[in-house]
Structures are given as C-alpha cells and as structure tokens.
C-alpha cells in the first residue's frame, strides 16, 4: 500500500511541475571471507662446474649463464611449475599453444628468507 502511494505522490509532483529525486536503494550484501592460502616457495636451483680458460671470461660467464638457464627450465617442467595450455583455433586455423609460469621475484623473498643469501 505505501509503494502505491508513493509512487502516486511522485506522479503528482511531476505533473504539478516540481521534481521528484529517484532513490536507488543499496543492496546490502554479505561478504564472504576467502582464506588465504599461505604458499611456501620452492627453490630450484641449478649447478654447473667449467674450467676457466685465460682471456674468455666474458665466454664464459654467458656460456655459463645459458646452460644454467636451460637446466633450470628443465627442472620447472619436471616439477610441474609450467602450466601448458592449448587453444584450437578454427577460424584461423591454427592451433595456440601457451605456457604459463607463476613466479615471485627473487629480490622480494631475500627479506623473507634471510638464510637463502647466496
């Protein structure tokens, strides 16, 4: 009964001239906590052992950079690190392959592990 006469009082309002402000009322919601998942880092590391040879120190150093790169990269596959995903793509007639890589940067967990300095 009120929202009829209500909406009665706005029409006549209206049609004498004067203005009605619509109120939107707020939806009250209740929020729903999600628990936060405290996830440990893992450390992969690789190692690697050459014999310096006089005069290709810059060499080896990217030699050195490279191979341990690839034998990490090795060890993300293994441990399940990457996430593969694939797309068909008939339109286009291709096919689309992704890897996915979620990572923490190595500088922000020197403050929280003090004992990984190296």
Known sequence: ??????????????????????????????MEVIPVMEMKPQMLQAVTRVVPMPGRERDL?????DQL???LVQK??????????????MF???VKVRAVLYAVNANDLRERFPSWEG
């Open 92 to 94: 286009e007639q291709e």
């Open 69 to 71: 790169t690839q034998i």
């Open 76 to 89: 993300l596959q293994e441990s399940g690190f990457i996430l593969w995903q694939r797309q068909d793509d």
């Open 1 to 30: 009964m009120r929202k009829i006469l209500d909406r009665l009082r706005r029409w006549m309002i209206k049609k004498l001239g004067g203005y009605t402000e619509q109120f939107t009322p707020v939806v009250h919601r209740r």
């Open 61 to 65: 150093e990217r030699c050195c950079k």
